[in-house]
């Protein structure tokens, strides 16, 4: 075995990627190195509970390094503990870089907190009752009375005469541990696959037979270190996997409006000021649900609005052949000069205003205008209002705009048609979120902004949505499927109780 191991188990880069993946930039500071502190559960309890986030990182002998994020304290209560951030990850696989991250599936077994464990990720729902059964065996006997009970995920060690444990340890240097040793020889346990995802959420597929230490728990080191520098998301983070992905998906396709109404399809207005990002909004869904990237709305950079008509989008879900049962409503975009009557989306509000409308800034709709509707019902009318806000401009938004906005807040209000906000381009606001668009709910920036719209137009915070529209991307990303989704899903929602005031006032 070679003698010139690194001090360090991470990288810079791998740090970066581990930091990607949990949302934010840390610094990671060391509490415990096995090749340093010894191979004991206590010194590891002593040296990391209730410490906050932690990475656990193991270095075996075949040069995998691998190991488990949790956003929670570790503990020694004897507890399963809940985590919905955690997840394990591999960095190396035989020395190669192989960086894949396993999600967790099943947050309330995220991980053991055992007085008699080192640090054990996954569990099993009968853990209190099985230790509290057999309070007077040691705990390894406990969990470990055959190896074929395969509960953890990770399971790195236990208090057990199995382990080699060096008694000289800190007095010799590292090399010459090393080199005694050959590592330690951890009684841990590995089961990729029950509290944890089994594949890597950069592959769809089921990464049959995955293991993240390939079988060998001789580790040259071990060690956890705390995370700083993690801000608090400000807002919940969702699971940034294919599973949330699907979900979200799901409930859109299947989407059916409030039944008590004759409405099939309900209307989304996307409204804001030129340039937010209305159109790339809707093609943003499309690309979603298309698969790919498409750009059936034109959308771009011009002085004045590149959308001049009004188009009611239907979206069609290839994989059930069929349109989605909700319209996104593309008009052109607010301005100074040229703009939008308030008239004509008192109209539109209404659901007089046709399909291929063409907005003249010089005078409002007429019932003499081609297909508009005298007596429209229900169907179609607008049943959410979506501002779209460009969160790069926030603080320099033109008051003849912001004036606009209210004037059209009010029309909603008077109508009890809910609004909600998708702020786009915060990845032009916030570096790390540029870098990440995972970074979104702990950058402050976009907090900032958040709170700022909020303000501004005045609506509750939690009706501002954080989006970022594909602009540059070349293929679909899962992280800015998700905000997009999540928006949208919400939106239905809020669209499904303005359907049942309305069937109520219709009684
Ligand atoms: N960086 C970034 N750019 C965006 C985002 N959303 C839209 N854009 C870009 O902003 C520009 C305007 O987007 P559009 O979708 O045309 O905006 P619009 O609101 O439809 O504008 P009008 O139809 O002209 O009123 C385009 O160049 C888009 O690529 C985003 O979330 N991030
Ligand atoms: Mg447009």
């Not at 020694?76 to 190396?92: C, H, P, Y």
């Not at 470990?144 to 005469?161: A, E, G, R, V, W």
């Not at 303005?498 to 219709?506: G, N």
Request: aromatic fraction near 10%.
């Amino acid at each position: 075995m070679a003698n010139n191991i690194p001090d360090k188990i991470l990288t810079k880069k791998e740090e970066d990627v581990l930091s990607s993946w949990i949302g934010n930039q840390c610094q990671f500071q060391l509490l415990y190195k096995m090749s340093r502190d010894g191979l004991s559960p206590n010194t590891f309890h002593q040296l990391c509970d209730g410490k906050g986030p932690t990475v656990t990182v193991l270095y075996n002998t075949i040069g995998n390094v691998f190991g488990g994020y949790l956003s929670q304290s570790w503990n020694s209560n004897n507890v399963q503990i809940t985590d919905e951030n955690a997840f394990l990850f591999k960095l190396r696989d035989q020395n190669q870089s192989y960086m894949k991250k396993f999600s967790i599936r099943v947050p309330a077994m995220a991980a053991c907190g055992v007085r008699e464990w080192g640090p054990t990720f996954g569990g099993r729902t009968t853990l209190g009752a099985f230790l509290s059964n057999e309070r007077n065996i040691p705990c390894f006997q406990q969990v470990l009375p055959n190896q074929s009970t395969q509960i953890f995920d990770l399971h790195t060690f236990s208090d057990s005469k199995k382990n080699f444990v060096p008694n000289q340890c800190q007095q010799r240097t590292y090399n010459q541990v090393v080199a005694w040793l050959n590592g330690f020889a951890l009684n841990g346990q590995e089961h990729l696959g029950n509290s944890y995802s089994g594949s890597s959420n950069e592959v769809d597929s089921w990464d049959s037979g995955s293991t993240l230490s390939g079988g060998d728990f001789n580790v040259l080191d071990l060690e956890v270190c705390l995370l700083k520098g993690t801000d608090q998301p400000w807002r919940e983070v969702p699971l940034w996997n294919s599973q949330s992905f699907h979900s979200l998906k799901d409930y859109i396709s299947k989407y059916r409006p409030l039944e008590d109404t004759s409405v099939t399809n309900v209307n989304i207005l996307l409204l804001g000021q030129v340039g937010a990002g209305k159109s790339s909004f809707f093609n943003t869904i499309n690309s979603i649900f298309r698969g790919e990237i498409t750009s059936r709305a034109c959308a771009g950079s011009s002085e004045h609005s590149l959308t001049t008509t009004l188009r009611k989008y239907r979206v069609r879900d290839p994989s059930s052949s069929q349109y989605l049962n909700l319209r996104l409503c593309d008009m052109r975009g607010l301005e100074e000069s040229v703009g939008v009557k308030i008239q004509d989306i008192a109209l539109l509000l209404d659901g007089h205003i046709p399909q291929h409308y063409q907005f003249n800034p010089a005078s409002h709709a007429t019932h003499k205008f081609p297909g508009f509707k005298r007596d429209p019902n229900l169907q179609d009318k607008i049943h959410t209002l979506a501002f779209v806000i460009d969160a790069s401009t926030i603080n320099v938004i033109n008051t003849a705009v912001e004036h606009q906005m209210k004037e059209i807040q009010s029309l909603t209000v008077e109508r009890g048609i809910p609004q909600v906000i998708y702020l786009t381009k915060l990845d032009k606001i916030c570096p790390d979120v540029d870098n990440d668009i995972r970074n979104i709910f702990t950058s402050s920036a976009c907090k900032q902004a958040v709170d700022t719209v909020a303000d501004v137009i005045g609506v509750p915070r939690s009706h501002v949505f954080p989006v970022k529209n594909y602009e540059k991307e070349t293929r679909l990303h899962t992280s800015i499927d998700i905000l997009a989704l999540s928006a949208l899903r919400q939106t239905l929602v809020f669209a499904d109780d303005f359907l049942e005031d309305q069937s109520e006032f219709a009684e």
